[in-house]
C-alpha cells in the first residue's frame, strides 16, 4: 500500500540534468550539466559536510560516495515518499503516520508552483481587499498584535489523496494514502480579519494568493489561486497560520503565512500567503475552472467521458480512515495471534460516529474505540484488538462512518481526476 522511498539512484536514473537541479540546484550549462556552482554547490558541499575541491570534474548525474547510500529527502521531511520534483510534492507512509499530531516532518507536500526564494516573516505583508469596508494591509507582527492568537489541531486532505489506485488511471500526482495529517496549527481566526475589514453583502466568494512563482516563470502566471465560498471562509475554525507544532512553518508547508482551512480540499489552504481578495462571483483564478478540483454531478462508470459543464467544485471532503499501526505486511507469531491495530478518521466539515475493522474481507466487522476529536476539525483516533483464528494470511479493512450516516465504501467511486478516493484503507499481514 505504500510506495518504495526514492533513492538518488532512481532521481538520476531517468533524467541526469533534472535530477541535479531537484537535488542541489541549477546547473551551469547545457553542455557541462555536471557542473555545479553558486547555491547548487553549496547545497552538496553541505550536504557533505566541506568544501569539494574538484567539484569541476563531476561528471553529469554525480553522486557523490558518502551520499550513495542515504534516500533522497526533502530537508526536515525524513520519510517522506517523493512524487514529483517538479513543482515538489511528497506524501508521508501510513505507518509513520500513527502520532495523534502529525510530526512537521511527517506533513504531506502538496506545491503547485515554485516557493518563493525569501520567506522572512519580518517583511511579509497580507493585503485584505475586494468586496470589504475597509483593505487592509497587515505584518505578520500585526496579525499578532490585533487579533487573538489561537492554536488548534486540524486535518488537511489532498484533494487527489488515494489517486494511485484508480482504475483507469487518473492524471496527476499518484498519491497512495498519505497526503493528509493533522498538526497543531497557530495563528489567528480568518473569519476574525474578514469581519475587521467589513465583509460586504456583495461578497461571494473569497480569492487567496501566494508569493509562489509559475513553473514556467511567466509571472503574469499563478500557478494556483483558489478560495472558498463566503460562508465557509467565515468558519471560525479557519485560520491564517504562522506557526506549525509550535514553531516557524516549515518552508514547503508554506512560510511564513498560510491558510488552514480544514475539511476541504488542501489546495484551499494557500501556502505563503499574501493577499486575500474578497469577490463578488465564484472565484475564476488559476484551479479553480474547468475540471480542477472538481468531480462530476453524478455517479459515472470507470472510463466515462464527461462534459465539463457536468462537474461540481470540490467542498467539504468525504468519510475516510487511515489504519497507521501495524505497518501492512507484517508477521504475527500463531502463538500470539492478538494485535493491537489502531488509526485515525476523519469526514471533511462532520464528525466520525464510528471506525469499523474487518478480518475476514467483510463478512464480519469488529467495533473500535473511537475517541472525540481534541477539537472540531482534528482527526479521530480508534484503536481495537484483534484475534486471527489460525495461520495465513489476512487483510484488516477498516470503515468509517460519519454522522450523517455515510459510511466508507470497497469499490473507488472513481471520476476523470481521481478525486475523492475514500474507499477503505487495508493492510496485509500473515499468521506464520
Not at 64 to 84: H, R, S, Y
Not at 134 to 154: N, S, Y
Not at 160 to 181: C, H, I, L
Not at 248 to 253: E, L, Y
Request: proline share 8%.
Amino acid at each position: 500500500m505504500t510506495k518504495k522511498k526514492v533513492d538518488l539512484f532512481d532521481l538520476y536514473a531517468e533524467d541526469p540534468e533534472k535530477a541535479d537541479r531537484v537535488v542541489f540546484g541549477r546547473v551551469s550549462n547545457p553542455d557541462r550539466r555536471g557542473f555545479l556552482k553558486g547555491a547548487g554547490l553549496a547545497t552538496m558541499a553541505a550536504a557533505l559536510g566541506g568544501y569539494i575541491p574538484f567539484h569541476r570534474n563531476m561528471p553529469a548525474g554525480f553522486i557523490p560516495a558518502a551520499m550513495a547510500e542515504e534516500p533522497f529527502v526533502i530537508e526536515g521531511k525524513d520519510g517522506l515518499t517523493i512524487l514529483n520534483d517538479r513543482p515538489v510534492n511528497a506524501e508521508c507512509p501510513a505507518h509513520l503516520l500513527d502520532d495523534e499530531v502529525t510530526p512537521t516532518n511527517r506533513l504531506f507536500v502538496r506545491n503547485n508552483g515554485i516557493p518563493p526564494s525569501s520567506m522572512d516573516p519580518d517583511s511579509w505583508t497580507l493585503t485584505i481587499d475586494g468586496e470589504v469596508d475597509q483593505p487592509m494591509e497587515l505584518t505578520i507582527a500585526e496579525l499578532k498584535d490585533k487579533f487573538d492568537v489561537v492554536t488548534r489541531q486540524l486535518q488537511l486532505e489532498c484533494g487527489g489523496n488515494g489517486r494511485s489506485f484508480f482504475d483507469p488511471k487518473a492524471r496527476g500526482n499518484q498519491w497512495t494514502v498519505g497526503a493528509v495529517g493533522a498538526c497543531n496549527w497557530t495563528g489567528v481566526r480568518l473569519a476574525d480579519v474578514l469581519n475587521a475589514a467589513g465583509v460586504k453583502d456583495s461578497a461571494v466568494y473569497t480569492a487567496h494568493y501566494g508569493a509562489d512563482a509559475h513553473l514556467s516563470g511567466d509571472p503574469e502566471k499563478l500557478p494556483i489561486s483558489r478560495g472558498v465560498p463566503i460562508a465557509k471562509a467565515l468558519n471560525p475554525h479557519n485560520l491564517i497560520a504562522f506557526e506549525q507544532n509550535g514553531e516557524p512553518i516549515h518552508p514547503m508547508n508554506g512560510a511564513p503565512l498560510r491558510l488552514v482551512v480544514p475539511g476541504w480540499p488542501g489546495s484551499c489552504s494557500h501556502k505563503w500567503l499574501t493577499r486575500i481578495q474578497l469577490r463578488d462571483q465564484v472565484h475564476d483564478g488559476a484551479k479553480m475552472t474547468g475540471k480542477s478540483y472538481r468531480v462530476p454531478e453524478y455517479p459515472v462508470a470507470p472510463g466515462e467521458d464527461v462534459p465539463e459543464e457536468a462537474f461540481k467544485i470540490i467542498e467539504s471532503m468525504p468519510v475516510k480512515s487511515l489504519i497507521t499501526y501495524p505497518q501492512s505486511g507484517i508477521e504475527l507469531p500463531a502463538s500470539e495471534p492478538v494485535l493491537e491495530v489502531r488509526g485515525h478518521a476523519w469526514a471533511g466539515d462532520n464528525w466520525v460516529t464510528a471506525v469499523d475493522l474487518s478480518i475476514d474481507f467483510g463478512a464480519t466487522w469488529i467495533k473500535t474505540n473511537l475517541r472525540k476529536p481534541a477539537n472540531p476539525y482534528a482527526w479521530q483516533h480508534f484503536a481495537a484488538e484483534l484475534k486471527f483464528p489460525m495461520k495465513g494470511y489476512y487483510e484488516v479493512w477498516a470503515r468509517a462512518t460519519d454522522d450523517q450516516g455515510r459510511t466508507q465504501p470497497f469499490a473507488i467511486a472513481w471520476n476523470p481526476k481521481g478525486y475523492l478516493n475514500n474507499s477503505m484503507h487495508r493492510i496485509a499481514l500473515r499468521v506464520v
